[in-house]
């Protein structure tokens, strides 16, 4: 059979069974293939939506997912999507014709592998008729780790015929994740031991690690909390403060700042998470990673544990003393966590407008009357956090955050491929009218599916990040502000339920939605006061001029 046949009847076999993409003649055949041997295929209107999807749909799902694009103009298409994955470490394997080497006065020539891993992307291609499902393995275990691959598919390389070996080749097994050391052990356990106030924050890479990680924090008293990535995590844990970061509110920064040892686990402690180092500032904190090139590349740590999170944490726990006391566990940071973990719970005085809505207001009436049972994907902009924060989440299956890029624009299309990944919760999304007009295009991609899709359109006319940030310094805003749109009557022309809302009393249209079949999408297009957001507050801050 062809090579393209091989190479995706291989892929479906080793596990791809979602593919998101745009048909072209250069993946054309491979796609094909990849539907035959049983993988479900989202054709999208945009390669940067379909990349998008199958990053979200990958970080739900949490495996392989595979999107598939034509060469050339269709890898660049997609690039924003795959820059997105990289910095997210989604598995994800890029399926993308290629024009041969032998071929670069083709209008569709650009050094593919070159794009990729400028992205952080790593590159592989099929090098021969004799190699490909050997290249084509060596792709798919890599995208496995987390890190996002290209496979370049050359054209003359598909069209070659191979004989097809009847099944496709044994992948090997996976190394072992790493084991802590002794040392690194007793060291942690030490510290633990001495701590007043531990705090344990879990980052994406300690997905899996739910279970040893939360008794290694009953064992030693501390309190939990994620990053911004890893958000619902540890939702069924009373001790859990959310969110560690420029989303924490005023009543869990209190909390993480009088911490006297942070212990992170698969968290890069990045910018964001630190915000700017505020949330840390002196304290000691010890950095659990598989992955040597973490430890302190955001800032210096007093401890690196090189190890799997979950083997690390069983290993602390077991080595802890039997009774280690209270620590961070009283009554008072129980109440405090009672009162005050939720955003929704801080007290705020709803600001007016003619004909607009407070967008925290907005957040919480929906977060009362949408059900509990929800995937949330917010996109980024000055109005993030009344998506990211103000909706609960029922765990960290219910959450997506595509922000490592700080991109608008890549939430609608993410919580596609949320939703197909998760097909039991209702799928909501919160995007501004600056990033809801740029990826738009994929309203028709959740009309064709039947999704039943919540997109609150957070409308305040105007690029608000920008707004805010720039309007105390005298220039123009000519160029960041827009006339009012009429989102509803958009999103209506694409088969969408839509709703216009300036007022709670709006929201029946989102009731009579909710009651109804939810057989199409519905779009929001709420019409907000702008204002600067606490998310605004740090946003900038630390950026370089």
């Given at each position: 059979m062809k090579v393209s046949e091989a190479v995706g009847r291989a892929l479906v076999q080793w596990g791809v069974d979602q593919v998101f993409g745009v048909a072209g003649s250069g993946n054309f055949e491979v796609s094909n293939a990849m539907v035959a041997a049983g993988a479900t295929y989202v054709s999208a209107r945009h390669e940067g939506g379909a990349a998008t999807m199958a990053d979200g749909y990958a970080r739900l799902a949490r495996k392989v997912t595979a999107v598939s694009v034509h060469q050339g103009p269709g890898l660049t298409n997609a690039m924003t999507g795959i820059a997105e994955a990289a910095k997210a470490?989604?598995?994800?394997?890029?399926?993308?014709?290629?024009?041969?080497?032998?071929?670069?006065?083709?209008?569709?020539?650009?050094?593919?592998?070159?794009?990729?891993?400028?992205?952080?992307?790593?590159?592989?291609?099929?090098?021969?008729?004799?190699?490909?499902?050997?290249?084509?393995?060596?792709?798919?275990?890599?995208?496995?780790?987390?890190?996002?691959?290209?496979?370049?598919?050359?054209?003359?390389?598909?069209?070659?015929?191979?004989?097809?070996?009847?099944?496709?080749?044994?992948?090997?097994?996976?190394?072992?994740?790493?084991?802590?050391?002794?040392?690194?052990?007793?060291?942690?356990?030490?510290?633990?031991?001495?701590?007043?106030?531990?705090?344990i924050v879990a980052g994406r890479g300690a997905f899996g690690a739910h279970d040893a990680i939360v008794k290694l924090a009953a064992g030693s008293g501390a309190l939990l909390a994620t990053t911004a990535m890893a958000r619902g995590l540890f939702n069924d844990d009373p001790w859990n403060v959310d969110v560690m970061g420029g989303f924490a509110n005023e009543t869990i920064s209190e909390l993480i700042t009088r911490a006297d040892l942070i212990v992170a686990f698969g968290a890069s402690l990045n910018r964001w998470t630190s915000r700017n180092g505020e949330l840390i500032g002196d304290t000691a904190v010890v950095q659990v990673d598989v992955d040597r090139t973490a430890f302190s590349r955001h800032r210096t740590v007093a401890a690196s544990v090189i190890g799997d999170a979950a083997l690390v944490a069983s290993a602390v726990t077991n080595a802890l003393p039997a009774s280690n006391g209270a620590g961070y566990r009283t009554a008072e940071v129980a109440q405090k966590l009672k009162d005050g973990r939720l955003w929704r719970d801080q007290p705020f005085e709803a600001r007016s407008a003619d004909g607009r809505i407070d967008p925290r207001t907005l957040a919480v009436a929906l977060d009362d009357l949408l059900p509990a049972e929800r995937i949330v994907t917010a996109d980024a902009g000055s109005h993030t956090e009344y998506t990211a924060m103000y909706l609960q989440v029922p765990d960290d299956r219910g959450y997506c955050l595509p922000l490592g890029f700080q991109c608008i624009g890549l939430a609608l299309a993410a919580s596609i491929g949320a939703a197909i990944a998760q097909p039991d919760r209702l799928p909501v999304v919160g995007v501004g009218d600056g990033g809801f007009m740029m990826s738009l295009v994929e309203l028709d991609t959740a009309v064709r599916l039947e999704l039943p899709l919540v997109v609150v359109v957070y409308n305040d006319s105007a690029y608000g990040a920008e707004v805010h940030h720039f309007g105390h310094s005298g220039q123009p805003?000519?160029?960041?502000?827009?006339?009012?749109?009429d989102i509803a009557a958009i999103a209506r022309g694409f088969g969408c339920t839509a709703v216009t809302v300036r007022s709670l009393d709006d929201l029946s249209g989102v009731r009579e939605w909710l009651d109804g079949d939810r057989s199409t999408p519905i779009v929001i297009d709420a019409k907000t006061i702008s204002f600067p957001s606490w998310v605004d507050a740090h946003a900038f801050v630390g950026e370089p001029k």
């Open positions: 470490h989604t598995p994800l394997i890029v399926v993308a014709g290629e024009t041969p080497a032998t071929m670069k006065t083709s209008n569709f020539w650009i050094d593919q592998a070159a794009a990729a891993e400028a992205l952080g992307a790593v590159a592989f291609r099929l090098e021969s008729p004799a190699t490909a499902l050997a290249d084509a393995a060596r792709a798919f275990i890599l995208a496995g780790t987390g890190q996002p691959v290209l496979l370049g598919l050359p054209l003359d390389v598909q069209s070659a015929e191979i004989v097809w070996p009847g099944s496709a080749p044994s992948l090997p097994a996976l190394a072992s994740p790493p084991a802590p050391s002794d040392e690194a052990i007793l060291d942690l356990v030490s510290r633990l031991t001495r701590a007043e106030r531990p705090l805003l000519d160029i960041v502000q827009f006339p009012d749109t």
